[in-house]
């Protein structure tokens, strides 16, 4: 069974850093792309950017290039997304998602809540 | 950048009834899009893909057909959990592209 199991729900101050993650399991990690989505409060999805974890080739959508960084752990199936200096509207729902050979999202994670409030 | 327009923004329907959801393309998308559900709490589910391919598991009420910029969900009988907001999204380059708005179907 396809699982993918994210870290739980975060609180941070505006300029702390965060990374976390999404734990894969019932398939072969570095054969499928790994997509994260942000979901801020009421609001749409958006993809933050997507990430191969055969060969780590990262692309980012360009509301987020600079912003977040996105990263594989082949040996444990993680994929990780990453920021250096979170800001406020940094807070939202982050969702990883399996990417199917046409690039939909086919399995998802349960979320992971980001809330930045001084 | 395609952008992709859901209406209505929202729909009120009774259970039994059929549920109509458009999803407009700014330019031509081909048949490459994606449809999903999200209930409140929930991650979005994959209902349809390529325009009109039932994901697995998706019963067979849901339906999606159109081309190009035009492109429809079809729920035929809504079930007391259809009630969600769905999502239309396309893909670029083979690469995930953007998400519609979104469209809440209510009671």
């Known amino acids: 069974e396809v699982e993918l199991v994210q870290s739980g729900a975060e609180l941070k101050k505006p300029g702390e850093s965060l990374r976390i993650s999404c734990q894969v399991s019932?398939?072969?990690?570095?054969?499928?792309?790994i997509g994260w989505v942000r979901q801020m409060p009421g609001r749409g999805l958006e993809w933050v950017g997507i990430i191969y974890p055969g060969d780590s080739d990262v692309r980012y959508s360009p509301s987020f290039q600079g912003q977040v960084t996105i990263s594989v752990d082949k040996s444990i199936g993680t994929a990780y997304l990453r920021w250096s200096s979170l800001r406020a509207s940094d807070t939202a729902i982050y969702y990883c998602?399996?990417?199917?050979?046409?690039?939909?999202?086919?399995?998802w994670g349960q979320g992971t809540l980001v809330t930045v409030s001084s | 950048e395609v952008v992709l327009t859901q209406s209505p923004a929202t729909l009120s329907l009774s259970p039994g009834e059929r549920a109509t959801l458009s999803c407009r393309a700014s330019?031509?998308?081909?048949?490459?899009l994606a449809w999903y559900q999200q209930k409140p709490g929930q991650a979005p589910r994959l209902l349809i893909y390529d325009a009109s391919k039932r994901a697995t598991g998706i019963p067979a009420r849901f339906s999606g057909s159109g081309s190009g910029t035009d492109f429809t969900l079809t729920i035929s009988s809504l079930e007391p959990e259809d009630f969600a907001v769905y999502y239309c999204?396309?893909?670029?380059?083979?690469?995930?592209?953007?998400f519609g708005g979104g469209a809440k179907v209510e009671i």
């Open positions: 998602a399996r990417l199917t050979s046409g690039a939909y999202g086919d399995y």
């Open positions: 019932g398939y072969r990690f570095t054969t499928y792309w």
């Open positions: 999204q396309q893909r670029s380059s083979g690469l995930p592209g953007s």
């Open positions: 330019q031509s998308v081909n048949y490459y």
